[in-house]
Protein backbone atom coordinates (compact mmCIF):
# COMPACT_ATOMS: atom_id res chain seq x y z
CA UNK A 1 0.00 0.00 0.00
CA UNK A 2 2.75 2.42 0.68
CA UNK A 3 4.37 2.04 -2.73
CA UNK A 4 1.55 2.42 -4.55
CA UNK A 5 0.91 5.40 -2.32
CA UNK A 6 4.80 6.50 -3.34
CA UNK A 7 4.62 5.99 -6.89
CA UNK A 8 1.22 8.00 -7.15
CA UNK A 9 3.23 11.20 -6.04
CA UNK A 10 4.25 14.01 -8.47
CA UNK A 11 5.73 16.78 -8.00
CA UNK A 12 5.53 20.32 -10.74
CA UNK A 13 6.97 23.43 -10.55
CA UNK A 14 4.71 26.52 -9.44
CA UNK A 15 2.98 28.13 -11.71
CA UNK A 16 1.68 31.75 -11.35
CA UNK A 17 -1.53 29.82 -12.37
CA UNK A 18 -0.88 27.56 -8.96
CA UNK A 19 -1.62 30.85 -6.82
CA UNK A 20 -5.33 30.61 -6.42
CA UNK A 21 -5.01 27.19 -5.10
CA UNK A 22 -1.69 28.63 -2.70
CA UNK A 23 -3.66 31.08 -1.40
CA UNK A 24 -6.93 29.01 -0.29
CA UNK A 25 -4.52 26.19 1.69
CA UNK A 26 -2.85 29.08 3.46
CA UNK A 27 -5.67 30.45 4.47
CA UNK A 28 -6.72 26.65 6.06
CA UNK A 29 -6.56 26.45 9.72
CA UNK A 30 -4.33 23.18 9.83
CA UNK A 31 -1.32 25.22 7.32
CA UNK A 32 -2.27 28.59 9.63
CA UNK A 33 -1.14 26.46 12.93
CA UNK A 34 2.26 26.44 12.55
CA UNK A 35 3.56 27.67 9.19
CA UNK A 36 1.45 30.97 9.06
CA UNK A 37 -0.39 31.95 12.04
CA UNK A 38 -2.20 35.23 10.48
CA UNK A 39 -4.09 34.66 7.58
CA UNK A 40 -2.52 35.75 4.53
CA UNK A 41 -3.79 38.18 2.64
CA UNK A 42 -3.73 37.68 -1.72
CA UNK A 43 -1.23 40.54 -2.47
CA UNK A 44 0.80 38.69 0.34
CA UNK A 45 0.26 35.36 -1.14
CA UNK A 46 1.59 36.93 -4.59
CA UNK A 47 4.44 38.84 -3.38
CA UNK A 48 6.29 35.76 -1.57
CA UNK A 49 5.92 33.73 -4.60
CA UNK A 50 6.17 35.34 -7.76
CA UNK A 51 9.31 35.97 -7.47
CA UNK A 52 10.00 32.42 -6.88
CA UNK A 53 8.45 31.38 -9.97
CA UNK A 54 11.52 32.91 -12.31
CA UNK A 55 14.68 30.76 -13.05
CA UNK A 56 17.39 32.32 -10.77
CA UNK A 57 15.28 32.64 -7.76
CA UNK A 58 17.66 30.55 -5.04
CA UNK A 59 13.98 29.01 -3.87
CA UNK A 60 12.87 26.19 -5.88
CA UNK A 61 8.70 25.52 -5.35
CA UNK A 62 6.67 22.78 -6.12
CA UNK A 63 3.00 21.47 -6.20
CA UNK A 64 2.36 18.25 -4.55
CA UNK A 65 0.20 15.88 -6.25
CA UNK A 66 -1.41 12.40 -5.85
CA UNK A 67 -3.42 12.69 -9.03
CA UNK A 68 -4.64 15.96 -7.51
CA UNK A 69 -2.68 18.42 -5.54
CA UNK A 70 -2.22 18.41 -2.24
CA UNK A 71 0.40 20.29 -1.02
CA UNK A 72 3.35 22.51 -1.42
CA UNK A 73 6.88 21.82 -0.80
CA UNK A 74 9.66 24.23 -1.61
CA UNK A 75 13.94 23.79 -1.61
CA UNK A 76 17.10 25.98 -1.73
CA UNK A 77 20.59 25.88 -0.64
CA UNK A 78 21.18 26.69 3.31
CA UNK A 79 24.04 28.91 1.90
CA UNK A 80 21.76 30.98 -0.61
CA UNK A 81 19.30 32.41 2.35
CA UNK A 82 22.72 34.65 5.09
CA UNK A 83 19.94 35.13 7.61
CA UNK A 84 18.72 31.82 7.49
CA UNK A 85 21.54 30.22 7.65
CA UNK A 86 22.64 31.98 11.08
CA UNK A 87 19.41 31.63 12.33
CA UNK A 88 19.98 27.31 12.06
CA UNK A 89 23.83 27.80 12.63
CA UNK A 90 24.35 25.63 9.59
CA UNK A 91 25.64 26.82 6.24
CA UNK A 92 26.37 23.25 4.34
CA UNK A 93 22.86 21.37 2.59
CA UNK A 94 19.82 22.04 1.07
CA UNK A 95 16.56 22.88 3.36
CA UNK A 96 13.10 22.01 2.57
CA UNK A 97 9.45 23.41 3.51
CA UNK A 98 6.25 21.28 3.34
CA UNK A 99 2.86 21.71 3.58
CA UNK A 100 0.11 19.42 2.88
CA UNK A 101 -2.65 21.69 2.26
CA UNK A 102 -5.41 19.74 1.31
CA UNK A 103 -6.86 18.77 5.22
CA UNK A 104 -8.64 15.26 4.14
CA UNK A 105 -4.43 14.52 3.99
CA UNK A 106 -3.44 15.22 6.95
CA UNK A 107 -2.50 12.77 9.82
CA UNK A 108 -2.71 10.27 7.25
CA UNK A 109 1.14 9.41 6.01
CA UNK A 110 1.80 11.31 3.42
CA UNK A 111 4.47 13.22 4.64
CA UNK A 112 7.01 10.87 5.25
CA UNK A 113 6.05 9.64 1.78
CA UNK A 114 6.38 13.11 0.23
CA UNK A 115 9.57 13.82 1.83
CA UNK A 116 12.22 11.20 0.51
CA UNK A 117 10.30 11.01 -2.67
CA UNK A 118 10.61 14.85 -3.22
CA UNK A 119 14.28 14.99 -2.16
CA UNK A 120 15.19 11.88 -4.61
CA UNK A 121 13.28 13.42 -7.55
CA UNK A 122 13.79 16.70 -6.96
CA UNK A 123 15.85 18.52 -4.44
CA UNK A 124 19.20 16.72 -4.49
CA UNK A 125 19.13 16.88 -8.30
CA UNK A 126 18.88 20.66 -8.25
CA UNK A 127 21.84 21.04 -5.74
CA UNK A 128 24.12 17.54 -6.59
CA UNK A 129 26.79 18.98 -4.63
CA UNK A 130 24.93 19.03 -1.51
CA UNK A 131 24.70 15.94 0.95
CA UNK A 132 22.51 16.85 3.59
CA UNK A 133 19.32 18.11 3.94
CA UNK A 134 17.61 20.48 6.89
CA UNK A 135 14.25 20.56 7.93
CA UNK A 136 12.78 22.54 10.63
CA UNK A 137 9.62 22.83 12.37
CA UNK A 138 8.04 24.45 15.48
CA UNK A 139 8.57 22.27 19.00
CA UNK A 140 4.52 22.21 18.85
CA UNK A 141 4.49 21.03 15.81
CA UNK A 142 4.10 17.40 16.91
CA UNK A 143 2.77 15.96 13.98
CA UNK A 144 4.89 17.08 11.18
CA UNK A 145 8.11 16.24 13.65
CA UNK A 146 6.87 12.91 13.45
CA UNK A 147 6.53 13.03 10.12
CA UNK A 148 10.25 13.97 9.23
CA UNK A 149 11.00 11.75 12.13
CA UNK A 150 9.49 8.88 10.03
CA UNK A 151 11.07 9.89 6.41
CA UNK A 152 14.16 9.58 8.51
CA UNK A 153 15.09 13.10 9.50
CA UNK A 154 17.01 13.27 12.66
CA UNK A 155 16.73 15.33 15.73
CA UNK A 156 19.75 17.95 15.88
CA UNK A 157 18.73 20.91 18.08
CA UNK A 158 16.72 23.65 18.95
CA UNK A 159 16.98 27.13 18.12
CA UNK A 160 14.32 30.10 17.93
CA UNK A 161 13.03 32.14 14.55
CA UNK A 162 10.61 35.14 14.72
CA UNK A 163 10.29 34.40 18.91
CA UNK A 164 9.33 30.98 18.23
CA UNK A 165 10.92 27.55 19.54
CA UNK A 166 12.00 25.22 16.62
CA UNK A 167 13.73 22.32 15.90
CA UNK A 168 16.26 21.19 13.40
CA UNK A 169 16.54 18.03 11.93
CA UNK A 170 18.58 16.70 9.38
CA UNK A 171 18.51 13.52 6.67
CA UNK A 172 22.35 12.47 4.81
CA UNK A 173 21.40 11.93 1.09
CA UNK A 174 22.60 8.27 1.49
CA UNK A 175 19.90 7.70 3.86
CA UNK A 176 17.16 9.49 1.75
CA UNK A 177 17.99 7.39 -0.97
CA UNK A 178 17.50 3.85 0.94
CA UNK A 179 14.16 4.67 2.51
CA UNK A 180 13.27 5.92 -1.15
CA UNK A 181 14.21 2.24 -2.40
CA UNK A 182 12.63 0.96 0.64
CA UNK A 183 8.95 2.72 -0.52
CA UNK A 184 9.48 2.04 -4.26
CA UNK A 185 9.28 -1.68 -3.90
Not at 10 to 15: G, H, I, V, W
Not at 23 to 39: G, I, M, T
Not at 125 to 153: M, Q, T, V, Y
Amino acid sequence: MESIRYRSLSFEPLKESDLAILYRWRSEPHVREFYQRKRPTWEGVRDKYIPRLRPDSPTKCFLVASGDPIGCIQTYRVMDWPEYAATIGERAGISVDLFIGEAAYIGKGWGPLILPKFLLDVAFSLFPEEKICWIAHDSLNHRALGASKAAGFSYVRDFVEEGIQHQLLRIEKEDAASLADRLRK
